[in-house]
């Protein structure tokens, strides 16, 4: 396998087992040591690549130990400390990580839960290793951007200048892609006031930044799925026709009246971005038999309904995420639906064949 195979293979690994281990040595031998050997290449048994429990005495520091130091022409490279999979990494997670970074020729230092990976080195001040990582890997959700930077890492393609001269551009741009995504999941306040203040002509009162937290939060959603949607269309050649948008969009939202009667929906449902881009694969799959603007969604409490025309007696699929098992869900001529449990999106291509006959049912 190649090095986004071996990343694809232990990430799997992890989404699988990461709620069955409960302790630093679990995920030391589950995840950790995995990760050390199948994707950087070292040799975990290999006291010259890898030294596990490495002492460095610190000052007043007497016997502490750094869960793993990554070895190169005998000195150090990387610094490992380990935590729990379930456990949440905060800074003071990393306190012995900062003093042995001072004390050692390493440049680079890793906190880890087995699942998100933090990577640290001193771009603020020489030898003193930096408060916040430049590089943030979670395996339960891959940004393809960072495997080529992860790959800098390994024994055969390590390259610690390249990975230092970029450091600094991708600790700032993960930082704040890191909270665009927050604010696609919970707009803070400014971000709320951002957006009202250049669509909205009134005075921003409690009562309005109230009404647009929900506003802002929909239209957050809305733009996702149609970069997924467009994204999908680039990948299978669909050649759909855009969205009809708007010439003013601030003639949507002119007065209070209008903003209540767009917040007059069940708030009680939330929309995934995993639902959303399920969505796309089926509208995608069903394209090939109507128009795509045809293919609609109505999100359920219990499931999440991909409907032709709208109209709920034309159900073409229903997707089941709210569990830990996923279904799709198909309904044959007598709207009996059976659940077909799926591990990823990508499964509800098996399935494309029985989503285009439904179409074609009701067309």
């Not at 975990?44 to 610190?58: G, L």
Request: with cysteine; hydrophobic share 40%; charged share 30%.
């Amino acid at each position: 396998m190649d090095f986004r195979d071996r990343l694809e293979a232990l990430a799997t690994k992890v989404q699988n087992q990461a709620s069955a281990i409960g302790t630093e040595e679990a995920t030391k031998n589950a995840f950790i040591m995995p990760f050390i050997s199948s994707i950087l290449g070292y040799d975990v048994f290999d006291p010259m690549e890898v030294v596990p429990e490495f002492t460095a005495d610190v000052g007043t520091k007497r016997g502490e130990k750094i869960d793993y130091a990554i070895m190169r022409g005998g000195e150090v490279q990387i610094l490992i400390e380990c935590k729990a999979s379930m456990g949440v990494l905060k800074v003071e997670h990393a306190s012995q990580l900062f003093r042995y970074f001072a004390t050692t020729n390493s440049r680079l230092a890793v906190l880890t839960n087995g699942v998100v990976w933090q990577f640290y080195t001193d771009l603020d001040a020489p030898n003193i290793m930096d408060s916040k990582p430049f590089l943030v890997l979670d395996l339960l959700d891959i940004d393809e951007t960072l495997v080529p930077e992860i790959q800098k890492l390994s024994k055969d393609a390590f390259d610690l200048d390249s990975i230092i001269n970029a450091a600094g551009e991708l600790k700032y741009v993960g930082a704040i892609k890191r909270q665009i995504a927050a604010q696609f999941r919970e707009p803070s306040e400014d971000w709320i006031k951002f957006f009202a203040s250049r669509v909205y002509d009134g005075m921003i009162t409690a009562k309005v930044r109230e009404q647009f937290t929900a506003l802002v939060t929909k239209a957050s959603k809305q733009f996702l799925t149609e970069q997924v949607n467009d994204r999908l269309k680039t990948a299978l050649g669909a050649g759909a026709s855009a969205p009809v948008v708007d010439d003013d969009p601030s003639a949507a939202i002119a007065s209070e009246p209008i903003v209540e009667q767009d917040l007059d929906r069940d708030t009680e449902i939330e929309t995934t971005l995993e639902e959303l881009e399920g969505y796309q694969i089926v509208k995608a799959i069903a394209c090939a038999e109507v128009k795509p603007q045809r293919i609609s969604q109505r999100d359920q409490k219990s499931y999440f309904g991909v409907l032709l025309d709208d109209n709920n007696r034309k159900p073409i699929a229903r997707l089941h995420f709210n569990a830990k098992q996923k279904y799709l869900g198909l309904l044959d001529e007598d709207k009996v639906e059976t659940r077909h449990p799926i591990d990823s999106l990508d499964d509800i291509y098996a399935y494309a064949d029985q989503i285009r006959d439904a179409v074609v049912r009701y067309r």
